[in-house]
Nanobody
Framework: QVQLVESGGGLVQAGDSLRLSCAAS????????MGWFRQAPGKEREFVAA????????AYADYVKGRFTISRDNAKNTVSLQMNSLKPEDTAAYYC????????????????????WGPGTRVTVSS
């Protein structure tokens, strides 16, 4: 069992930066692939980024590529999402998630392929 808790959300202006963190706990939590997803009001949850266990592999959604950076610190059992050049369309609840294996296909970006989820942290970007 893995427990995830996000932090760092808030209200910012367009163009600002924000850093989200996810604290993981539980047996073997640093052996999981970690992902970030987001869900805007009235929309489905969507993939943002993922990072493999040793951080050798990273994947990003096209709509955040070049602006967001995912990283992890296995010694501290944390995963971070650095978000730069924020846009109003980035407004959403952001969720940290964990899955067992890295996947080079669409499964990596699928909500249903992640086993554990945090409660989320809200990000609001004003124009």
């Amino acid at each position: 069992q893995v427990q995830l808790v996000e932090s760092g959300g808030g209200l910012v202006q367009a163009g600002d930066s924000l850093r989200l963190s996810c604290a993981a706990s539980g047996r073997g939590s640093n052996t999981y692939v970690m992902g970030w997803f987001r869900q805007a009001p009235g929309k489905e949850r969507e993939f943002v980024a993922a990072i493999s266990q040793a951080a050798f592999n990273k994947a990003y959604a096209d709509y955040v590529k070049g602006r967001f950076t995912i990283s992890r610190d296995n010694a501290k059992n944390t995963v971070s999402l650095q978000m730069n050049s924020l846009k109003p369309e980035d407004t959403a609840a952001y969720y940290c998630a964990a899955r067992r294996n890295w996947n080079t296909g669409q499964a990596l970006r699928a909500v249903n392929d992640y086993d554990y989820w945090g409660p989320g942290t809200r990000v609001t970007v004003s124009s």
